[in-house]
């Protein structure tokens, strides 16, 4: 399984940006949540969102709540996370991620124990 990040890019604050997160190598029986983790320099890994591959449900950091929204197409096993009203402390590395061990619910707060991670992307939100 292979995660791959697009849409990055410099973007001024209260401005919009869309994230991609483009899986592969998943059999027709996997079922994997996926979540959006960023890092800023110095700071640990955190959880932005996450999403349920079973029932499309959806969790968020509370720092993000409101201005960001996961989604998902099955169809093409892409994950987007779409930001608005972007803040400078939004800026950093997102990374996608999945574990068969961890559903959205409970992965928010455990990028540490997830194994299948994407390369980033980088998001700078000026001021």
């Known amino acids: 399984v292979q995660l791959v990040e697009s849409g990055g890019g410099l973007v001024q604050v209260g401005g919009s940006l869309t994230l991609s997160c483009a899986g592969s190598?998943?059999?027709?029986?996997?079922?994997?949540?996926i979540g959006w983790f960023r890092q800023a320099p110095g700071e640990n890994r955190e959880g932005v969102a996450c999403i349920s591959s079973f029932d499309g449900s959806t969790y968020y950091a509370e720092s993000v709540e409101g201005r960001f929204t996961i989604s998902r197409d099955t169809a093409k096993n892409t994950v987007y996370l779409r930001m608005d009203n972007l803040k400078p402390e939004d800026s950093g590395v997102y990374y996608c991620?999945?574990?068969?061990?961890?559903?959205?619910?409970?992965?928010?707060?455990?990028?540490?124990?997830?194994?299948?991670w994407g390369q980033g992307t980088q998001v700078t939100v000026s001021s």
């Open positions: 991620a999945a574990d068969p061990e961890f559903t959205a619910h409970t992965m928010l707060a455990r990028a540490r124990y997830l194994s299948i």
């Open positions: 190598g998943f059999t027709a029986s996997d079922r994997y949540d």
